[in-house]
Each structure stands twice: as C-alpha cells, then as structure tokens.
C-alpha cells in the first residue's frame, strides 16, 4: 500500500510522514515546512461551515498564501491536505467544498463525526465535485475504533488514519493503543479485499523507533501531532511548547479526560471523544476539589493577561521522548533515517 501514497503524493520521501491537521497549531507556516521537508502536510480548517464562518475565510486565506510560498501556479494541484472536525457538518457541501475546490488541495481529512455514518454525504460530495471538476483528491478519515473502521471502509475512504489512545489531543474516550488496534484494522482491509486503501498510524509517534513499530503493526506510513508542536515553524506559544519539552513518563504526566476541554470553555464535542493532555493546573486545581466556574474564571482572567500557563497543553503519552524544539526539516529527516537505520539493525539480527 505504501506504493500508493507514493504514486498519489509524488512530492513525498519515504517513509510517509504526515502531521495531524490540529486546529490552531497545524498553520500555513508548519504545513508548508512539513511539505517542502517531503513530508505531507495538513492544515487544521476546524469544524464551522456556515457561509460567515471566519475559519473558512481564513482557511481560503491560508491556501492561497501556501500556494505563493511553494512557488505554484492556480492550475497545479496543492500538495497538501486539509483537516476538517465534523461533528456538525451541516454546510460542508455548500461551503467548504468550493474553498477546497477552488485551492486543488491533494486530501481532504475528515474526524470526529457524530456518528460514524454522518461522513458518507460528506464523502459523496468530495466524489461528486472531483467528477464534475476533474480534481485528484484523496479523502483521509480518521478512526480509533474497528467499528469507525468498518464503517469508513463501507464509505469508500483512500486513506485510513488509524489513532491509538496514546494519542495527545482529541480522541476516541474508548478505545485501544495501536498496539492492538492497528492489527486489526488491517486484518478487517485483508479480509474485505480493499487493496487500494492505505493506512496510516497515529497515536503516541514521536520518532523513528515509533515509525518502525507502526510499520510492523500494519501501517504504509505514519502521523505525527505532539512532535510537531514542539517544532519552531508551530505557532504553539513557547510556554506550552517547554511544557511538552520539559515533560516525561507520558503515561503519568498526561490524562485523558473531557475536563481539558471544559476548564477553557471549549467543551462542544459528543461525549464518545475526550482528549489527552498534559496534567496542568487547572486539572491539578480540579482533583483538589476547585469548582469548574472558579477554573474557568482564572483561566479567562490568566489570557486576558497574556499568560499562557493554564492553557491545555494537547500532548501524547510518548512526550517523554520529545526533548528539544527542533525545525520540521530535522524532524522529518531524522525520523526517516533513523527509521532505516533500525530498519537495517533488525534486519542484520533476523
């Protein structure tokens, strides 16, 4: 499968690298550095489609500024994607598709629907404008369950990007590390015969030995989201960066939780997603006994001073392995050659 990624996305070095499409932190600036490094970039478009919204507008505004800074005319497809979070998807058609259109993007990244079949309108819509404009694009959904799976595969997918709950930020509240669930993924495409469809792993990557893992379990190519954060092109600010840095022993200094979301009045997704994410003040101010108003009250009153230490900081349980802020390019390029490298160590002990 890997072979496809190749072939569709001829910009890329191998192994396939991808940054997960955050919203607020996977910016014009990362993505094109994700994609001039041959990685594949995705920007974060968020989850509001109405014909006013303000995140389209920028999401058009940040297309454009993508194609001047990689040096491309309007007639040649954008190698890149856009990640979309749909839990309300009402005006996705109408609205976002002839932004995506109009940029020629490379893939179209659909998450956290209401329901699993909720991304099938969505799905024939992207079908139904590549034929009538003759636009190559690739849909991406992400899945951390085998039912989601399942269901995506029944939709016609391209891409499965498979996310293990060792992920950082918003995820399936149940599900399984990709230990465990990438397997079966791929077993449930061998068995359906889908040969076409490629799978990427998510959840908890953060270098080359994780590579080589996800590899192993199944996948044609890998997602990265924590590590990307800690790189100097994301616009994270640096005190929620340091704290990724700074961190260690993931599985104790992170949580997954839906109170992440609540102490900064971001509490909108469906109660099957919680998040992961670094134990900050807020949650340590929670299990003491603190009130989410009085929370919430000091986290508005900490912005509106410009302090950003109660901010959630989304980050995966592998933080531990994420010691400096680096570029993209050096990411990108010693996740690979480390990958080899490992690669080529198994291969002398097999």
């Given at each position: 499968?890997?072979?496809?990624?190749?072939?569709?996305?001829?910009?890329?070095?191998?192994p396939?690298?991808?940054?997960?499409?955050?919203f607020?932190?996977?910016?014009?600036?990362?993505?094109?550095?994700?994609?001039?490094?041959?990685?594949?970039?995705?920007?974060?478009?968020?989850?509001?489609?109405?014909?006013?919204?303000?995140?389209?507008?920028?999401?058009?505004?940040?297309?454009?500024?993508?194609?001047?800074?990689?040096?491309?005319n309007?007639?040649?497809?954008?190698?890149?994607?856009?990640?979309?979070?749909?839990?309300?998807?009402?005006?996705?058609?109408?609205?976002?598709?002839?932004?995506?259109?109009?940029?020629?993007?490379?893939?179209?990244?659909?998450s956290?629907?209401?329901?699993?079949?909720?991304?099938?309108?969505?799905?024939?819509?992207?079908?139904q404008?590549?034929?009538?404009?003759?636009?190559?694009?690739?849909?991406?959904?992400?899945?951390?369950?085998?039912?989601?799976?399942?269901?995506?595969?029944?939709?016609?997918?391209?891409?499965?990007?498979?996310?293990?709950?060792?992920?950082g930020?918003?995820?399936?509240?149940?599900?399984?590390?990709?230990?465990?669930?990438?397997?079966?993924v791929?077993?449930k495409?061998l068995?359906?015969?889908?040969?076409?469809?490629?799978?990427?792993a998510?959840?908890?990557?953060?270098?080359?030995?994780?590579?080589?893992?996800?590899?192993?379990?199944?996948?044609?190519?890998?997602?990265?989201?924590?590590?990307?954060?800690?790189?100097?092109?994301?616009?994270?600010?640096?005190?929620m960066?340091?704290?990724?840095?700074?961190?260690?022993?993931?599985?104790?200094?992170?949580?997954?939780?839906?109170?992440?979301?609540v102490f900064?009045?971001?509490?909108?997704?469906?109660?099957?997603y919680?998040?992961?994410?670094?134990?900050?003040?807020?949650?340590?101010?929670?299990?003491?006994?603190?009130?989410?108003?009085?929370?919430?009250?000091?986290?508005?009153e900490?912005?509106?001073?410009?302090?950003d230490?109660?901010?959630t900081?989304?980050?995966?349980?592998s933080?531990?392995?994420?010691?400096?802020?680096?570029s993209?390019?050096?990411?990108?390029?010693?996740?690979?050659?480390?990958?080899?490298?490992?690669?080529?160590?198994?291969?002398?002990?097999?």
């Amino acid at each position: 499968m890997a072979t496809n990624l190749k072939q569709w996305f001829p910009h890329t070095s191998t192994p396939f690298i991808a940054n997960a499409p955050m919203f607020g932190f996977a910016d014009v600036n990362l993505v094109t550095a994700v994609t001039k490094a041959g990685g594949f970039g995705f920007i974060g478009a968020g989850f509001d489609f109405k014909p006013e919204s303000t995140q389209l507008q920028s999401l058009d505004t940040q297309l454009a500024k993508s194609r001047t800074i990689l040096g491309l005319n309007d007639e040649q497809t954008l190698p890149l994607g856009v990640g979309f979070i749909t839990f309300q998807p009402s005006g996705f058609t109408e609205n976002a598709i002839p932004v995506l259109r109009k940029h020629r993007v490379a893939a179209i990244w659909l998450s956290f629907p209401q329901t699993n079949s909720d991304h099938l309108l969505m799905i024939q819509a992207i079908r139904q404008a590549q034929q009538e404009f003759d636009w190559d694009t690739k849909v991406f959904v992400q899945v951390g369950t085998i039912k989601a799976a399942e269901e995506a595969i029944k939709q016609g997918v391209d891409v499965l990007v498979v996310q293990g709950t060792d992920a950082g930020g918003h995820q399936w509240a149940q599900g399984a590390s990709l230990v465990s669930l990438l397997p079966e993924v791929r077993d449930k495409l061998l068995n359906t015969q889908n040969w076409s469809i490629a799978v990427l792993a998510a959840g908890g990557i953060v270098d080359g030995r994780g590579c080589v893992a996800a590899l192993g379990l199944g996948a044609d190519g890998i997602v990265m989201g924590t590590r990307f954060v800690a790189t100097s092109e994301c616009p994270a600010p640096s005190a929620m960066k340091e704290a990724i840095v700074s961190s260690s022993d993931g599985g104790v200094s992170t949580i997954k939780s839906t109170r992440h979301d609540v102490f900064q009045s971001t509490d909108v997704f469906p109660r099957q997603y919680d998040g992961r994410a670094v134990i900050g003040v807020n949650y340590e101010e929670s299990e003491e006994g603190v009130s989410d108003d009085e929370i919430i009250r000091r986290y508005d009153e900490a912005r509106k001073a410009g302090d950003d230490q109660r901010r959630t900081v989304w980050a995966g349980a592998s933080i531990g392995s994420i010691n400096a802020v680096a570029s993209v390019d050096n990411v990108i390029k010693c996740t690979q050659q480390e990958t080899r490298a490992i690669l080529e160590r198994v291969r002398a002990v097999v």
